[in-house]
């Protein structure tokens, strides 16, 4: 009688279903991220991103200072492009103060030198994302190569405004300080040393055989999902569509320089599909050049000479809300700002890019490998800083 | 489309559900919305092909101060198609602060309501996973509500430093 019992065993059609906990602290997880993968062997059956380690409450901070005292608050949500997050919550704070009378408007040297450092900063954020991305995947090299060309960056930027890596520069109506003398000769030499770098890059790491198969026909985010997830910037851009907020809404003085959008597209030759992680990553390869020909655009351009802040008596932003967004080299950096008309913010919501990339997670990873989980977070190129705030 | 334009549209087909328009003359004005029926309205603002908002840009909880009895959600969308944007607005009492998802029209609001229940407390019916994201599982309170008191021991550590 046992015997025959024993026939019979209760078999889970999952039993071998296992929990892995990757992270918090992974080093292919860009920040603190934890993942809770459930595998069924290699293949992930589902993954589950749990973030919240780096929360600080900047929103709630923000409510207890004044406009000028937030900036710095900013620099530390994307650490690695700080110059693009100031950027932001001043665009916003001066679309408010355009109501006000006293405020004089930003002078245009300051918007020169805006988009001198932000573009700068967009080229140390692609070479940052890049240098990791190959390193996640298993290709030391290039990360050395990109860590080299971003440190003469942050070095111009050193010697700007001081700091290398939460500026504090763009201040609300300007900048904070004017550039040094020669500074935009030594903005010359970079380019000129840079510009050749990203076709080197792109035979270091692009075309090798090995990263075009980890990479090609992965994670496949075509443009409806993105939109439909309110995914934004280079991972919108790498599924097809061509919407970039400085060509397609321009702010500051966008409209005055000549680029392109780059955009991904199906490449037969090595395989790729539109939306896959290849061409993701590729878009940010392509937006380099675009920021060098900005750069390029504004040296043969003489800078005007002038103030380099606008005269106001106080931030006090009448009262009122607005949202107002912009391209940070991640997607699109949204402020939403409610203001009494007192010195302090009702509410300020950052909305950032990078949450609503991590969020798509969950969807791109079903039914694929263990391996395929690291080519997709750095392929949707994440600063954890950002999304916790 | 401007925002009197889809106020006119919204008025047409939902009456009294939503609010008289307000122009704020300064900055951005919002279409105020029944709280209720927020997954119906923006059922329409997707589908309806002369607004199509396809894309939703921000989600945001808002409270004005500590005396007041309300607490707000802002929807900031976006067409892709038209471009045209519209901010929607719903008031919920801080007593009930209950509303309906949005989740399945935009995906986007997945995590940003799970956001604003965390930050505010604001409930979202029928979301499939309204758990805290940014702060602990067992934090007491909504830190973002004007009136917020952090507690003064959280497992063991002391909280004000």
Redesign the interface.
Known sequence: MATEESKFIEVQPFSDEMVLSMGPQHPSTHGVLKLELRLDGEIVREAIPHIGYLHRCFEKHAENLSYPQIIPFTDRMDYISAMNQNWGFCLAVEKMMAADEKFSGVPERAEYLRVLVGELNRIASHLLSFGTYGMDIGAFTPFLYAFRDREEILLLFEEICGARLTYNYIRIGGVSRDMPPNWLDHVKNFIDYFEPKVDEYNTLLTENKIFIARTVKVAVLDEDMAINYGITGPNLRGAGKKWDLRKDEPYSIYDRFDFDVPIGHDIPRIGAVLGDCWNRYKVRMDEMKESVRIIRQILNQKIPEGPIMAQYKAVRPPAGEIFDRSEAPRGELGFYIVSDGSVKPVRLKAKSPCFTALSALQELSKGLMVADIIAIIGSIDIVMGEIDR | MIIEEIQGLLCEKFGEKISPFEA?A???S?ILVDPASVDVICRYLYDDERLAF?????L?G????PEDENLSV?Y?LFS?VH?HKV?IKAVVSKENPHLPTVENI???A???EREAYD?FGIVFEGHSDLR?????DDWEGY??RKNYKEPDIYRGMKVPY
């Open positions: 704020d300064v900055h951005d919002c396809d894309m939703l840009m921000c945001s808002l409270d004005l101060s802002v900031h892709d471009l901010p935009w995906k986007t997945n995590w940003h930050l805290r994201i940014l702060l602990p830190p973002l």
